[in-house]
C-alpha cells in the first residue's frame, strides 16, 4: 500500500514515516499543505494522512480541494489537535473519512489505517471516474458528461487500465502488456489505439483528459493539474 502523509511537525512526521515503515507501508511525505496537494493530484495513492494545521493552505483546503477540484476519492484521515464536535463535522464535511485527535498511539493511527483500507477495498469502486469521464465496469457502458462512448473491446482495456493508474503516469510498456501480453504487436500499433481513444473521449470535449508524456508514456489527467496544450 503507497501511503501520503502531509505533516508539518518533522519529528511527528519522522516517527510516522518509520512506524509506518514497519507496518510494510511506503510512504511519500510533504510538510505543507501545497506541496500535498500536488503530491496527492499528481501521484496515486492508496490512503493520505493528513494534518490539519498545515502552512500555506490548512488540511481542510487541501480536502475539500481534492475532493471537488481533483475529484480524487483516495480515503483522508485527518489529524488535529482540535477535538471539539464543530471541528470534527468540519473536517467531515471537506471529506475525510476518519479523524484523530492528537496525541495519539502510533498504534491507533495503524489501526485506523487498516480499517479505512479496508472498508475502500470493501466497496471497490465497479465505477471509474476521473473528472466528468464515468466507466462503468459491470455493464461496460461508458460516459462523459453525461454522453455515452462507444469503443471496442481494446478501447475499454486502455481505458481501463489508464483510469485505475490515473493521475499517475502508464508507461508504453505497461500498457501493451496490460492489452498484449507478451505477444506485442508492431511498434505504430497502441499509438493507433491510443489516437483511436482519444478521438471517442476528447475530441467532443472542450477539455482533454488523455495527455501524452513524450517518451514515457500517457495518462489520464483532470482539473488540478492537467497540462494547457495536449500532444
Avoid at 502531509?6 to 510533504?30: H, M, P, Q, S, W
Avoid at 487498516?114 to 461496460?140: I, K, P, S
Avoid at 462512448?149 to 496490460?178: D, F
Amino acid at each position: 500500500m503507497h501511503l501520503l502523509v502531509i505533516e508539518d511537525n518533522r519529528d511527528l512526521l519522522a516517527n510516522l514515516l518509520d512506524y509506518l515503515e514497519l507496518k510494510g507501508y511506503v510512504a511519500d511525505c510533504a510538510e505543507d499543505g501545497l506541496s500535498g496537494l500536488h503530491l496527492a493530484a499528481t501521484q496515486s495513492y492508496d490512503l493520505i494522512v493528513l494534518d490539519i494545521m498545515l502552512p500555506g493552505m490548512d488540511g481542510y483546503q487541501v480536502c475539500q480541494r481534492l475532493r471537488e477540484d481533483g475529484q480524487r476519492v483516495t480515503p483522508i484521515i485527518m489529524l488535529t489537535a482540535r477535538d471539539t464536535l464543530e471541528d470534527r463535522l468540519q473536517g467531515f464535511a471537506s471529506g475525510a473519512d476518519d479523524y484523530l485527535v492528537k496525541p495519539f498511539a502510533l498504534s491507533e493511527l495503524a489501526a485506523r489505517i487498516e480499517a479505512v483500507l479496508r472498508r475502500a477495498q470493501g466497496t471497490a469502486r465497479r465505477q471509474l471516474a476521473v473528472g466528468d469521464l464515468c466507466f462503468d465496469l459491470e455493464t461496460l457502458e461508458v460516459r462523459r458528461a453525461g454522453k455515452a462512448l462507444k469503443l471496442n473491446p481494446i478501447g475499454m482495456k486502455l481505458l481501463e487500465t489508464l483510469m485505475r493508474k490515473s493521475p499517475a503516469v502508464v508507461r508504453r510498456e505497461t500498457l501493451e502488456a496490460a492489452l498484449w501480453g507478451e505477444d506485442v504487436p508492431d511498434s505504430d500499433s497502441l499509438r493507433s489505439h491510443i489516437h483511436q481513444l482519444r478521438q471517442t473521449i476528447d475530441k467532443p470535449f472542450a477539455t482533454p483528459l488523455l495527455h501524452t508524456v513524450h517518451g514515457v508514456g500517457f495518462r489520464l489527467l483532470a482539473g488540478l493539474d492537467a497540462p494547457q496544450e495536449n500532444a
